[in-house]
């Protein structure tokens, strides 16, 4: 199922390079927020132009994909955001307005925030694995019953009722009152 709030936490719109999709994602973002219908033809009449929401399809054609897909933008804004910050340190070294010290600051601060970028969806993401392994384990370990009771009392005095992980197979002579 698609988690709309972590998706819009995840992807902050400065992520889109077009502010055709700039807006579109921030316009989806705020009809979600207020329980209103995201789809085509509402998108579509509310931002007049439907050529950007059919790229947007041609793109994302599935949900499940979801983490792909914001893995893939995320992706392409900290490519443009160290493109931008190498052709400032570039555009600044030739200029000699400045010092070596200045210039690597620049590049450490640049750095430092692609990591933090990446560290918090390597968190989230190894967190989400954390709460799968131990919900299995809990579900696993968790006491089971001896036997199901059937709600016969007569066959349950029987059988001792139904026991987990067996095979129960009830067998008698047509018109003998099985159903």
């Known amino acids: 199922m698609l988690d709309e709030k972590k998706v819009f936490s995840e992807l902050p719109p400065k992520c889109f390079e077009s502010e055709e999709l700039r807006k579109v994602y921030e316009l989806c973002k705020a009809r979600v927020k207020s329980g209103q219908a995201v789809d085509f033809p509402t998108l579509a009449g ?24 914001t893995d893939v933008v995320i992706n392409a804004y900290r490519t443009r ?8 340190v570039l555009d600044t070294a030739s200029g000699e307005l400045t010092t070596a010290d200045e ?48 709600g016969f009392p007569k066959l349950n005095r ?5 026991k987990p992980a067996t095979l129960t197979i009830l067998a008698g002579r047509s018109g003998h009152g099985k159903t």
């Open 158 to 162: 029987m059988l001792g009722g139904v």
């Open 103 to 150: 210039l690597t600051e620049e590049v450490a601060r640049q750095l430092d925030y692609q990591r933090k970028i990446a560290q918090s969806r390597k968190d989230e993401r190894s967190k989400e694995f954390v709460d799968a392994v131990v919900e299995y384990f809990d579900h696993l370990y968790a006491e089971k019953p001896k036997s199901w009771k059937t």
């Open 46 to 69: 509310l931002t007049g132009q439907a050529a950007p929401l059919a790229r947007c399809l041609e793109m994302v054609t599935n949900a499940s994909m979801i983490d792909q897909y």
């Open 81 to 88: 955001e160290l493109v931008k910050t190498c052709q400032s």
